[in-house]
C-alpha cells in the first residue's frame, strides 16, 4: 500500500498531495487527505483520472453539492460545469481575487477544480490565506472588522456587471446574468471556521459591494485595502495545473484569482462546489 505524502508549496499555504487515488481511497486515506485540506487550506492532487460521478464522489465528502445558478451543469450532472477558454478568447472565467458564491446565503465550504486540458504556459491559479492575513491586523483593526457585516452580490457591479462578462466567455453554457442582482447575501466580514477555531477575513471587490449600513463610497477603501492586504506575496501561493490535477481549495479562508495569461490556448477545467455552510 503506498504512503501518502503532503508537501507545502509555500509558506502561508498551499500543499501538494501524492500517493492516493481518489476513486478508490478508503476512510484512512480520506482523513489524511481532509487533514491535510484542514492544514493548508489549498490542495493539489495529481495524477488523477476522474470521470464526472468520481468527481461527484469525491465532492460528497465535503458534503452536499452546491446549485451555482450562472453555468449551465453537465447532462446528467447538474452539478458540475465545465470551465472552458478557447484560443480565440481574451476574457477567462474566475478572473479577480474572490471566494466563490459569497453572494449565495449557504456558501460552498470547499470548490473543486480539475483540470481536463491545460494550456502549453500559464493558466495557473494563485490562492491567498484569508486567516493569515487576519492575524497580522493590529487588535484595533480585528475589533473593528468583527461588527462588520459585508453586502455581497453576484452582479459583478464593480466590472461592468455579470452580462458583459457573460458575453465575452462565449465557450461556457453561461445563463441567468440577467438574474444575478437578486443573489444578494449579507455576512460577517471575519468569519469563523468551525473545525479549526480560526478567524478569516471574508470579502473581496468582486463580490462584496459595501459594509451593512455604510454607503459604498464609504465601504471601497476599507474593502479595497483589505484586499491588498490579504494577496501580499507572503499569503499567498500558485498551483500550477496539468491534465489530471485536482485541486481543492477552503472558501472560507482562501481567495483565489484565475490567471489569464494564456491567450491563442486552450484551456478546460471541471468545477464542484460542495458543503453549504453559513457564515459566522
Not at 472565467?93 to 470547499?110: C, E, L, N, V
Not at 462578462?165 to 453561461?174: E, L, N, P, T, Y
Not at 501580499?232 to 490567471?259: K, Y
Request: with cysteine; glycine share 10%; proline share 6%.
Amino acid at each position: 500500500m503506498s504512503t501518502i505524502t503532503v508537501t507545502p508549496i509555500a509558506g502561508s499555504l498551499g500543499a501538494e498531495v501524492c500517493g492516493v487515488d481518489l476513486r478508490t481511497m478508503d476512510n484512512s486515506a480520506w482523513a489524511t487527505v481532509h487533514q491535510a485540506f484542514l492544514d493548508h487550506k489549498v490542495i493539489a492532487i495529481r495524477g488523477q483520472d476522474l470521470g464526472p460521478q468520481d468527481m461527484m464522489d469525491v465532492g460528497a465528502r465535503f458534503g452536499e453539492p452546491n446549485h451555482y445558478p450562472f453555468v449551465k451543469g453537465l447532462d446528467g450532472f447538474p452539478f458540475l460545469f465545465d470551465v472552458i477558454k478557447e484560443p480565440g478568447e481574451k476574457r477567462n472565467f474566475g478572473g479577480g481575487w474572490h471566494s466563490d458564491t459569497t453572494y449565495m446565503k449557504a456558501p460552498p465550504m470547499a470548490t473543486l477544480l480539475y483540470a481536463l486540458e491545460t494550456p502549453q504556459r500559464g493558466g495557473d491559479t494563485l490562492y491567498c490565506d484569508m486567516v493569515a492575513a487576519y492575524e497580522s491586523l493590529t487588535p484595533k483593526m480585528k475589533e473593528m472588522l468583527g461588527s462588520l457585516n459585508g453586502v455581497f452580490s453576484a452582479g459583478l457591479k464593480n466590472s461592468g456587471g455579470r452580462s458583459l462578462h457573460h458575453a465575452q466567455i462565449g465557450a461556457m453554457k453561461v445563463t441567468a446574468g440577467e438574474t444575478a442582482d437578486t443573489y444578494e447575501a449579507v455576512h460577517p466580514i471575519v468569519r469563523t471556521v468551525e473545525e479549526t477555531g480560526q478567524k478569516a477575513i471574508y470579502c473581496s471587490k468582486v463580490h462584496t459591494t459595501h459594509f451593512e449600513g455604510m454607503t459604498g463610497d464609504e465601504s471601497q477603501p476599507l474593502i479595497e485595502w483589505l484586499v491588498e492586504h490579504a494577496t501580499r506575496p507572503e499569503f499567498t501561493c500558485r498551483v500550477h495545473w496539468e491534465p489530471g490535477t485536482l485541486t481543492v481549495w477552503d472558501n472560507r479562508r482562501v481567495m483565489h484569482n484565475a490567471i489569464n495569461d494564456y491567450h491563442g490556448m486552450r484551456r478546460h477545467m471541471r468545477r464542484l462546489t460542495s458543503g453549504p455552510t453559513v457564515p459566522v
